[in-house]
């Protein structure tokens, strides 16, 4: 990710909080301007075009608003985007912008590795676990790898709990090692 993506999601989610907009909506706008920029090819090509003014392609914007609802704030997070040629980076900026918001709602996203399927109460178990970690709520994916061999191994952000067997048996080589 381009360090730009987390500066304006980080922006804008200040200015959300600071507005005091509904981030459900705000989010519902964004997914349906996603969704139009998605599925129409022509207005892509018009948004990354650089021989077309930023004035006209805002005015395009503005255009969108009323169809698609879109709140001020939206329209000018979409306006800044096009005025510093970073529309292409849309679907990052977005992205960023939800995981920004689920983190100041106290929401963190985990992945959860494990090598076989776990049973419902194992999964609750560890949910409980990696809330606690996390100091947070947790909504975690759930992913099978049976190379890890057993064990499990969590990441939060950019931090990896690893307590995989795997995981051991390669700081056990490196303790060996050295």
């Given at each position: 990710?381009?360090?730009?993506?987390?500066?304006?999601?980080?922006a804008?989610a200040?200015?959300?909080?600071?507005?005091?907009?509904?981030?459900?909506?705000?989010?519902?706008?964004?997914?349906?301007?996603?969704?139009?920029?998605?599925?129409?090819?022509?207005?892509?090509?018009?948004?990354?075009?650089?021989?077309?003014?930023?004035?006209?392609?805002?005015?395009?914007?503005?255009?969108?608003k009323?169809?698609?609802?879109?709140?001020?704030?939206?329209?000018?997070?979409?306006?800044?985007?096009?005025?510093?040629?970073?529309?292409?980076?849309?679907?990052?900026?977005?992205?960023?912008?939800?995981?920004?918001?689920?983190?100041?709602?106290?929401?963190?996203?985990?992945?959860?590795?494990?090598?076989?399927?776990?049973?419902?109460?194992?999964?609750?178990?560890?949910?409980?676990?990696?809330?606690?970690?996390?100091?947070?709520?947790?909504?975690?994916?759930?992913?099978?790898?049976?190379?890890?061999?057993?064990?499990?191994?969590?990441?939060?952000?950019?931090?990896?709990?690893?307590?995989?067997?795997?995981?051991?048996?390669?700081?056990?080589?490196?303790?060996?090692?050295?």
């Amino acid at each position: 990710m381009a360090a730009f993506v987390s500066r304006y999601a980080r922006a804008f989610a200040d200015v959300v909080a600071d507005f005091k907009l509904d981030t459900a909506s705000v989010e519902q706008q964004l997914k349906d301007f996603v969704a139009t920029w998605d599925s129409s090819a022509v207005l892509r090509e018009v948004f990354e075009d650089p021989s077309v003014p930023a004035v006209q392609k805002i005015g395009v914007i503005d255009q969108m608003k009323a169809k698609l609802g879109l709140a001020p704030q939206v329209r000018n997070l979409l306006a800044v985007l096009v005025d510093h040629n970073r529309i292409g980076a849309l679907h990052e900026i977005v992205a960023e912008y939800h995981r920004q918001v689920q983190e100041r709602l106290g929401i963190f996203q985990a992945e959860v590795v494990t090598a076989r399927e776990l049973q419902a109460a194992d999964k609750t178990a560890l949910l409980e676990h990696v809330s606690g970690l996390a100091k947070g709520k947790v909504n975690a994916t759930f992913r099978i790898d049976p190379a890890i061999l057993g064990g499990v191994v969590v990441r939060i952000g950019s931090t990896v709990y690893d307590g995989s067997v795997l995981g051991r048996v390669e700081r056990l080589k490196e303790v060996l090692a050295s």
